[in-house]
């Protein structure tokens, strides 16, 4: 996968926010950035996307998210529950119709908490409520890792835009 595929991947969900007047926030980890990158690549960006963070560690959490520690006692990072909060804190934050939350391992080796390279976590969170889903690359290839996880999450975000399960 290229930098150019992810792009035309936010291209397809920027033409839907951009029909529908809606908008975006992200707050992503193990991506590094690659889902802010890619939808600010598109031209008109700034008619959807409202902000976002890379949120690598629980510093960045608090800092950019104003999510404590209180707040996620008990939620493992790197899960669809830890996504979901991610989610959900940063459309409330930014305001927007649609934010994504993004969490994982993105290699060479697993994390801390137990889950082999190539784990990651999605959560899209909007209008309708919120949906979460966990994929497994299977992959030590950390770029390789990043590029999918970022894929995931456009196909995620667009398949719940359109209405999808």
């Known amino acids: 996968m290229s930098f150019e595929a992810l792009v035309a991947d936010a291209e397809q969900v920027a033409a839907l926010l951009k029909a529908r007047h809606q908008s975006i926030a992200v707050a992503e980890s193990s991506t590094g950035g690659l889902i802010s990158a890619a939808l600010l690549a598109v031209p008109g960006a700034s008619s ?36 979901l909060a991610l989610a959900e804190r940063t459309r409330t934050r930014f305001k927007t119709s649609w934010a994504i939350g993004e969490t994982g391992a993105s290699g060479p080796s697993g994390n801390p908490y137990g889950d082999a390279a190539g784990h990651c976590c999605l959560a899209v969170h909007g209008p309708g409520g919120a949906v979460a889903r966990t994929l497994e690359t299977g992959r030590t290839d950390r770029l390789g890792n990043m590029y999918a996880f970022a894929a995931a999450a456009f196909e995620l975000l667009r398949r719940q835009i359109e209405g999808q399960p």
């Not at 963070?53 to 529950?81: C, F, M």
């Open 48 to 83: 959807y996307y409202y902000g976002g963070g890379v949120v690598y560690t629980p510093r960045a959490r608090h800092r950019l998210l104003d999510l404590k520690r209180e707040e996620v006692r008990g939620l493992r990072s790197a899960s669809e529950p830890y996504a």
